[in-house]
């Protein structure tokens, strides 16, 4: 998920730069800033780094395990201030979180170079994102804690964060490292550095239902017998629908060609029983399935279901218009070796129905 513009390398009340900091962002403007797509780093990084669960005790026995280094009691004080943040954030306590950087503590996004300073910054950002998503989450996978001193250590993660609670909820991911000192008798977050990871399968969204007939797309021709059918099959714009355009062209057999006026010999026969049938197929999410609508070149239409059956579909056709209480089915089969085979039952809706042929893909 992308960022919006985020807070550009700005100085809190309580951070330090090494230039003049820039004047404060009116809080109308901040606010502004995290609106969807409203999340900027510090949001993600500073609520990837705490987790959504307590750290665990033990790594589990099918997953990576904890590498920690250092004394049991360094480390059992760092894992505690994780565990205070992951509170904080839970509880959506902007001031509490910040309360957990160092005064000068930064965080850079290194995909973008963003950078957030300062204690005051922090709890900025927070409150604005609070304010915003009251309902996001987070969570985290520590992969290590290793103690530098008596007084620095680094900790890297991987991390998620979500917003909106839902199930369909906005989420990101990141793979960070942190260094964190003791200070003040305590562990603060002194520097973050994170780069943005692709979503695990199972967190990604889920493929669009029209996306299962994505093989369709090319084009396809079939010669048969005194038949010319082909079919081009293409995503319109935005990839909301898939539009296959038909052609069928039935040669003529045992008669000369037709003249033009003075010009004999460059016009092709033409015959009654050549069309071209324009097919639109969209997902219908009040029905909850794969819909189409059919329009021949002499203005009859017709509209389609379709159901899956593992390699193949059924379509199950309904004239409209002069064609209404028509019906009639069309089986479409992928096979082996690009080939599609279209078979119908029925030929009252022929002249607007996709050709029944057996194709073979000529082009992507």
Excluded at 155 to 161: E, I, K, N, S
Excluded at 282 to 300: A, C, K, T, V, Y
Aim: aromatic share 6%.
């Amino acid at each position: 998920m992308e960022s919006a513009t985020p807070l550009r390398d700005r100085s809190g009340a309580e951070g330090t730069l090494a230039t003049a900091p820039p004047p404060a962002r009116p809080a109308a403007a901040l606010a502004a800033l995290l609106t969807p797509p409203r999340h900027a780093p510090m949001p993600r990084l500073l609520g990837d780094l705490t987790g959504g669960a307590a750290l665990p005790s033990k790594p589990p026995a099918d997953g990576p395990k904890l590498m920690a280094v250092g004394t049991a009691a360094a480390l059992a004080e760092i894992s505690g201030m994780m565990r205070d943040y992951l509170a904080a954030y839970n509880r959506h306590d902007a001031a509490a979180l910040a309360g957990h950087w160092s005064r000068g503590g930064e965080s850079v996004d290194l995909a973008s170079g963003e950078i957030t300073r300062g204690r005051g910054a922090v709890e900025e950002v927070f409150t604005t994102l609070f304010h915003t998503d009251a309902e996001t989450t987070i969570d985290i996978d520590i992969e290590s804690i290793r103690l530098l001193r008596d007084d620095v250590a680094v900790v890297d993660a991987v991390t998620q964060l979500a917003f909106s609670g839902a199930a369909n909820s906005e989420k990101s991911r990141s793979r960070l490292s942190a260094v964190v000192t003791r200070e003040e008798g305590r562990w603060m977050l002194q520097s973050v550095r994170e780069s943005s990871l692709p979503l695990e399968p199972s967190l990604a969204t889920p493929p669009h239902p029209l996306e299962a007939l994505g093989w369709l797309v090319g084009s396809w021709e079939d010669n048969g017998d005194g038949v010319t059918a082909s079919i081009r099959a293409f995503w319109s714009e935005g990839g909301a629908f898939l539009i296959r355009s038909h052609s069928v062209a039935t040669d003529p057999v045992g008669q000369p060609p037709t003249e033009a006026t003075g010009i004999p010999d460059l016009l092709p026969a033409v015959s009654p029983g050549s069309r071209e049938i324009t097919e639109i197929l969209g997902w219908d999410p009040e029905r909850g399935q794969i819909r189409s609508w059919l329009f021949n070149s002499q203005g009859r239409f017709a509209e389609g279901t379709w159901e899956r059956h593992g390699d193949s579909w059924t379509v199950r056709l309904e004239g409209q218009g002069a064609d209404r209480g028509i019906s009639s089915t069309l089986i479409l089969e992928r096979n082996s070796g690009g080939r599609l085979s279209q078979r119908a039952t029925g030929d009252r809706l022929a002249d607007v129905m996709p050709p029944a042929c057996e194709f073979i893909r000529t082009g992507r």
